[in-house]
């Protein structure tokens, strides 16, 4: 079946660029996701890209999507301690109901 | 304009017990789907509804069954509840029947069975 990994940790300085990274193993994956959880929260959606793109900017998320290698990163520039929390990847087929999730990286932002 | 809502936020009940999950969809959402997320852990698939039938199932059994409603709320039933059914239950909603890139989730309800 369809698995998603990702590394549980990153900790970085403020102001620097973060780099969150995930794999993947569905080669019929359409679209892939990051969302975004706080503490007691959902998830918020952060960006997505569509499986024929290989890049995706907005504002300070650069999203990157090697396909042959299943690999998908987010990069966040200029990273505020706002932005500490747990990011997810999540990818899925044709529904877009039903989507498999990674199980997070704690983003910790370092004044 | 209202995101997808869930009620209650939180609940606590004993092993064996029965639960109901409420579900609100963003409007203009027609498909309700439902995950599970156990601490530490991503979101798992429970089940979608779209025109009041389920039409996608996860791994998971029986015990959780669910119910789409004419407005395209829905609810989510456990029975029999086990102590491993404690965690955060979203609800997720998209338009097109699914097909729309794009899911947005509510805020979850934490359950807590002892």
């Known amino acids: 079946g369809e698995d998603v990994e990702q590394s549980l940790f990153l900790s970085v300085r403020e102001g620097d660029s973060s780099v969150i990274n995930c794999t993947y193993t569905?080669?019929?994956?359409?679209?892939l996701y990051w969302y975004k959880q706080e503490p007691g929260a959902g998830l918020q959606l952060l960006t997505y890209?569509?499986?024929?793109?290989d890049m995706k900017q907005d504002q300070r998320l650069t999203v990157l999507l090697n396909k042959k290698d299943k690999h998908l990163s987010l990069r966040i520039a200029d990273t505020q301690t706002g932005d500490s929390a747990i990011y997810f990847c999540a990818e899925r087929g044709t529904n877009a109901g039903k989507s498999t999730f990674g199980d997070g990286t704690t983003l910790t932002v370092k004044p | 304009d209202a995101g997808v809502t869930q009620s209650p936020t939180h609940l606590i009940k004993t092993r064996g017990q029965q639960v109901t999950l409420r579900c609100s969809p963003k409007s203009g959402h027609d498909t309700v789907s439902w995950y599970q997320q156990a601490l530490g852990q991503g979101p798992q698939f429970i089940f979608q509804y779209y025109e009041e039938e389920e039409r996608q199932r996860g791994n998971f059994p029986d015990r959780f069954s669910g119910h789409q409603f004419p407005n395209y709320s829905s609810e989510l039933n456990v029975n029999a509840l086990l102590l491993g059914d404690s965690a955060l239950y979203l609800c997720a909603s998209s338009p097109l029947g699914g097909e729309d890139e794009k899911l947005f989730f509510g805020s979850g309800t934490q359950l807590s069975v002892l």
């Open positions: 569905d080669s019929s994956s359409t679209y």
């Open positions: 890209i569509f499986s024929n793109m």
